[in-house]
């Protein structure tokens, strides 16, 4: 087997794509900003078709939700060219593409967990960008995976580390409870990639942790995993104005993975239990 080319692999899940790679002795090689820019198509050609791959993985994305809202632009040329870009190389040199995208393609109204085959209807720049991407990749690679995730942690910004900054600083914290959704462990979501990208189950799928709570739950349970005494009291959204409006509702349901036998998230609570023991 030729390596594994890993793109953005010092965000949250290239961090630990890289470390599970490491453990369960792969090759991979990593390509990143500055050098390596995804939106730049001939040199991601050119770099791509030097080297001997079997697998890319693309973690690289503009995450910032808000910041897409007053960078369309930038959010437009990474998020959906740049993932067209590497579909583009995959298939010059017949590569597996794995690609990752989000809970932000739905409309965030649902009332029960979206299946694969649901209607996208993203309201954010975040979430045009993104699925355009999907598609992107469906058109372009014959050999994909897209993994839509959401509500992510692991070695980086998230949800997780700014709740323990802010109880350090903070007598009481106000959290939003009107917004429902999976917190997600990097951990498990790198262990699914890995188990399918050797495979030919190629195709689209949901994955995300087991199970659902708001963010005031997430924090809640953040704090009492780490016996933290503070005061949190839920508000609505309204109350926390933000440039790109967050979706109501973005529980996933694994359809496709359980129908293939390969839905191994944990719930929630277990992985985000996990995590904590290191934080
Ligand atoms: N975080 C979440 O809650 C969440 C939820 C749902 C889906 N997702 C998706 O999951 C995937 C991984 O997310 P993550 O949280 O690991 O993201 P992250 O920590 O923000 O990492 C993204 C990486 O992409 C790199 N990057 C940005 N623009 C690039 C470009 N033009 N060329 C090459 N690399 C570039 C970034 O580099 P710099 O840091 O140098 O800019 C960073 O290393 C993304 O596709 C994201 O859309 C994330």
Not at 177 to 187: E, K, W
Not at 225 to 230: A, P, S, V
Not at 239 to 246: G, I
């Amino acid at each position: 087997m030729g390596a594994i080319l890993l793109v953005g692999s010092s965000g949250q899940l290239g961090l630990e794509l890289q470390k599970q790679l490491k453990d369960k002795n792969f090759e991979y090689i990593t390509l990143d900003l500055p050098k390596f820019d995804i939106t730049e198509l001939d040199l991601v050609i050119e770099k791509i078709t030097n080297e001997k791959l079997d697998i890319i993985i693309n973690c690289a994305a503009y995450t910032d939700v808000d910041g897409c809202e007053n960078n369309k632009e930038t959010a437009f040329k990474v998020n959906a060219l740049g993932a067209k870009n590497l579909a583009i190389a995959a298939e010059k040199i017949g590569a597996k593409l794995v690609h990752v995208s989000t809970d932000y393609i739905f409309n965030g109204q649902g009332e029960k967990p979206y299946k694969e085959y649901e209607h996208s209807s993203p309201q954010t720049v975040y979430g045009k960008s993104k699925l355009l991407g999907e598609k992107y990749v469906e058109q372009f690679s014959s050999k994909f995976f897209i993994f839509r995730t959401a509500w992510l942690y692991g070695d980086g910004n998230n949800f997780v580390r700014t709740m323990l900054r802010l109880a350090e600083e903070n007598e009481e914290l106000n959290v939003v409870n009107d917004q429902i959704g999976s917190p997600t462990s990097t951990v498990d979501l790198a262990k699914t990639i890995i188990d399918l990208m050797e495979t030919e189950h190629y195709g689209l799928y949901h994955a995300t942790c087991e199970g659902q709570c708001s963010w005031y739950d997430f924090a809640k349970k953040i704090f009492e995993i780490k016996n933290i005494d503070i005061k949190v009291s839920p508000v609505s959204s309204d109350e926390f104005k933000r440039a790109a409006e967050r979706p109501k509702y973005s529980v996933l349901d694994n359809y496709m993975l359980k129908l293939i036998d390969k839905n191994n998230f944990r719930y929630w609570e277990e992985s985000l239990e996990e995590y904590l023991e290191m934080e």
